[in-house]
C-alpha cells in the first residue's frame, strides 16, 4: 500500500486522476524527504476506513461553501412560500457524500467547522478589473514578467440556474440564479453574487467544485435552466498578474479582465493597457440579455434559437447525474433494522462523550482533593 510506503519513508506511485474522463489516466513517483515531520493527506475519502487505519490523527472538516449552497437553496424555497428541511436538501443535492463520506466522518479525533466565506474574506479575494476595449497581444504580454510568462486556452460553459416562482419584475437577474461553470470536465458552483467596488468587482479567489450529482440534485429540487452562456477564454499570467481574454458565443468583439489578489497591482495593469475609461461591472449574463429584444429575456429565462443546446445540456446533466448517484446506491441494502442500528449507535456516541466528560471532572477534583492533602501536610 503506497501510504504504507510514504510512513517507511520509501519511493511509492501516487495515482494522477484526469477531471475530464473521471477516471485516473496514470501514476507518478512520489518519495517523501527524511527531514519530514508531519504528512498530511487530503482527500474527501481520507476517513474511509481502509485508509485511516494507516494514519494518526483522523481530522474532518465539515460546513464551508456547502452550507452556504443549503442555506441559498432554503432561501430560495422560501421566497417561493416553500419550506424545505436541510436533511432533505442533503439527500438530494449531495446523495455521494451522505451514503459514501458522512458516515466516516464520526470517527474523525477533531472535527472542525468551516464557517468561512471565500467571497466576504479580503484575504482569499481576487480583484477584478472587465472592459471590452480591444487590446493586442503584444501588449498584453508587455505588461507581464516575461520570466514567469505563461498562457493557456480554456473553454467553458456557464448556466444560470433558478426557481420557478421567485419574486422578480419580470426580468431576469444574476441574484435570482446560481450559476454553474462546466470547464474542462468540472463544475463550479457560484452561489451568490461578487461585490462590486466602484470599477472593480472583488470575487472569490477558488472555484467551489461539486459534482454533476449535484447539480442534478439542485435541478430535482425544482431548479430550472434558464440562460447558458458559451465562451473561450485565453489566459495569460505571470504569478501575480493574470488578464483573461473572454470570447463570448454571439457577442461581437472580445472581452479583457485583469484579475490579481494586489488592488494596485490590477489598477497599474489595466492604465498601462489604456483601459480606464472602458470598465464595466457588468456580468456576462447582463451583458448578453442587453442584447436580446424584450421578448426574448423574460424572468423566465432566454427564450432564443440557444433553448435547444441548454435543453441539451440540461439532459446530460440529469442523466449523468442520476446514474452516478444509483451506481453509488447499488451495493448498499437497506433494511428495517438500520435505523434501530444506527439510533443505537448514536446513543453510544453520546453515553461515550458523557463518559468522557464525567472522567475530565473526576479528575480534576481528585487532583484538587490530593492537592489538598498535600498542602494540609506540609503546613503540619
Not at 439527500?91 to 467571497?119: C, G, S, W, Y
Not at 450559476?179 to 462590486?196: D, H, M, Q, S, T
Request: aromatic share 8%; charged share 20%.
Amino acid at each position: 500500500m503506497n501510504i504504507d510506503d510514504i510512513r517507511n519513508g520509501q519511493r511509492t506511485k501516487v495515482p494522477i486522476f484526469d477531471l475530464e474522463s473521471g477516471a485516473r489516466n496514470g501514476f507518478k513517483d512520489l518519495e517523501v524527504s527524511e527531514d519530514c515531520g508531519v504528512i498530511i493527506f487530503e482527500g474527501v475519502f481520507a476517513l474511509h476506513p481502509d485508509i485511516r487505519i494507516s494514519l494518526d490523527l483522523w481530522i474532518a472538516v465539515v460546513g464551508g461553501v456547502h452550507s452556504h449552497l443549503i442555506s441559498r437553496v432554503q432561501r430560495d424555497k422560501s421566497r417561493v412560500g416553500c419550506f424545505i428541511a436541510q436533511n432533505e436538501i442533503m439527500m438530494t443535492v449531495f446523495p455521494m457524500f451522505q451514503q459514501l463520506i458522512e458516515p466516516h466522518l464520526v470517527h474523525a479525533h477533531l472535527k472542525i467547522r468551516n464557517d468561512f466565506d471565500p467571497v466576504l474574506s479580503p484575504e482569499s479575494s481576487l480583484f477584478v478589473l472587465k472592459s471590452n476595449k480591444k487590446v493586442a497581444y503584444q501588449d498584453i504580454v508587455a505588461i507581464l514578467d516575461s520570466a514567469k510568462f505563461c498562457s493557456s486556452v480554456q473553454k467553458f460553459i456557464d448556466i444560470y440556474i433558478r426557481l420557478p416562482g421567485i419574486p422578480s419584475n419580470g426580468q431576469l437577474r444574476d441574484s435570482d440564479c446560481i450559476r454553474v461553470r462546466i470547464c474542462e470536465g468540472r463544475f463550479a458552483l457560484l452561489i451568490r453574487e461578487p461585490i462590486k467596488e466602484g470599477n472593480f468587482i472583488i470575487q472569490p479567489k477558488v472555484d467551489f467544485d461539486i459534482s454533476i450529482s449535484t447539480v442534478a440534485g439542485l435541478l430535482n429540487l425544482g431548479y430550472q435552466a434558464v440562460a447558458y452562456i458559451e465562451a473561450s477564454a485565453f489566459i495569460y499570467q505571470d504569478g501575480k498578474i493574470l488578464i483573461e481574454v473572454d470570447h463570448l458565443q454571439d457577442v461581437p468583439g472580445p472581452y479583457i479582465q485583469i484579475k490579481g489578489v494586489n488592488k494596485d497591482a490590477v489598477a497599474a495593469a489595466g492604465s498601462m493597457l489604456k483601459l480606464d475609461t472602458s470598465y464595466t461591472t457588468k456580468s456576462y449574463l447582463e451583458i448578453i440579455l442587453e442584447r436580446l429584444p424584450a421578448i426574448e429575456r423574460t424572468s423566465g429565462g432566454i427564450h432564443s434559437q440557444q433553448s435547444a443546446r441548454l435543453l441539451e445540456i440540461v439532459e446530460f446533466i440529469q442523466s449523468q447525474g442520476s446514474s452516478s448517484a444509483s451506481e453509488s446506491s447499488s451495493g448498499r441494502v437497506v433494511s428495517p433494522i438500520d435505523g434501530v442500528i444506527e439510533e443505537m449507535q448514536s446513543r453510544i456516541r453520546r453515553l461515550e462523550k458523557w463518559l468522557a466528560i464525567n472522567t475530565v471532572l473526576w479528575t480534576f477534583l481528585m487532583s484538587a482533593l490530593v492537592g489538598y492533602s498535600l498542602y494540609q501536610r506540609r503546613r503540619q
